[in-house]
């Protein structure tokens, strides 16, 4: 059975929330209190808070990602500066054309999967430990059951490692069952890395 995902995972199809302060916090691995600095500092929001009223911040996770790198392609190009004091528009533009293919190309790995997410690696680490764990808890019922029946040693120990190399065959089936159905079907026309049909 699969673990279910960390509360800070989130599939593709939920990108565009909106989320609450808090999500957005756990999303992005940020403290609650920066989240609230950033929209001091004009991050966009979806909806504004009103207390009074009980409602809550509706912030958008694409537009807050967009804002951070925007701002951070500024302070970059900012934060050079030439002889004179300040450099040329020329540069500053070169700087920022050269900030901006950094990131689409790290946008297009993404797409491309050749990145991991974080939160997915944690999400597959989850469902593969606690498949783990069932495999063998069940091996520890299995060999203490039946253990009791058998006289010789190397038997028991050869049940025992049958039963465990079973554990640890469903966990990687489950966690290249996940990482395989992320993929598109024409990723590896070779199939070389493709989960093994062998048990």
Known sequence: MAASAPPSAIGADELRGPFSQKRIAALLDVHRNTVAKWIDEGCPVVQRADRDRGIEWELSLPEIVEWRISRSVQSAVAGYQGDAGLITKEEADRRRAVANAITAEISADEALRS???RHDAVADMATFCQVLKTGLANMAAKVAARATTMTN???????AQTEMNRAFTAAREEIALRWFAKRDTDHDA???DQPSSEG
């Open 115 to 117: 990145v991991v997410s």
């Open 153 to 159: 040693a190397s038997e028991i120990e050869a049940m």
């Open 190 to 192: 070779g199939g070389s």
